[in-house]
């Protein structure tokens, strides 16, 4: 059973930095692309951010040139590497793994950009 928990979430100032983990489990770790989704109350979970198993990343417009995902499979652990953050960057931040028919999600963690 997949199981996907992700941590390092906070409240931060706008300009600050956060680096997000998503620790996985249960799950052959290095298969999986794996992702990055935000959401606020009353909008729809959107693309932050996505690595391949093969290392190849994505990111969102909103995420170009700020954010940088990475992960390490010795670990089965996914980042998500925050900077120059700003108060539209927060949200709950989901990590998602997927693998032909597997779709995995965690609990989230909330990023707060405020001063």
């Known amino acids: 059973q997949v199981q996907l928990v992700e941590s390092g979430g906070g409240l931060v100032q706008p300009g600050g930095s956060l680096r997000l983990s998503c620790a996985a489990s249960?799950?052959?770790?290095?298969?999986?692309?794996m992702r990055w989704y935000r959401q606020t109350p009353g909008k729809q979970r959107e693309f932050v951010a996505h690595?391949?198993?093969?290392?190849?990343?994505d990111y969102a417009g909103s995420a170009k040139g700020r954010f940088t995902i990475s992960r390490d499979n010795a670990k089965n652990t996914v980042y998500l590497q925050m900077n120059s953050l700003k108060p539209e960057d927060t949200a709950a931040y989901y990590c998602?793994?997927?693998?032909?028919?597997?779709?995995?999600w965690g609990q989230g963690t909330q990023v707060t950009v405020s001063s």
């Open positions: 249960g799950m052959s770790f290095s298969r999986y692309a």
């Open positions: 690595i391949g198993s093969g290392g190849n990343t």
């Open positions: 998602n793994a997927i693998r032909g028919s597997t779709n995995s």
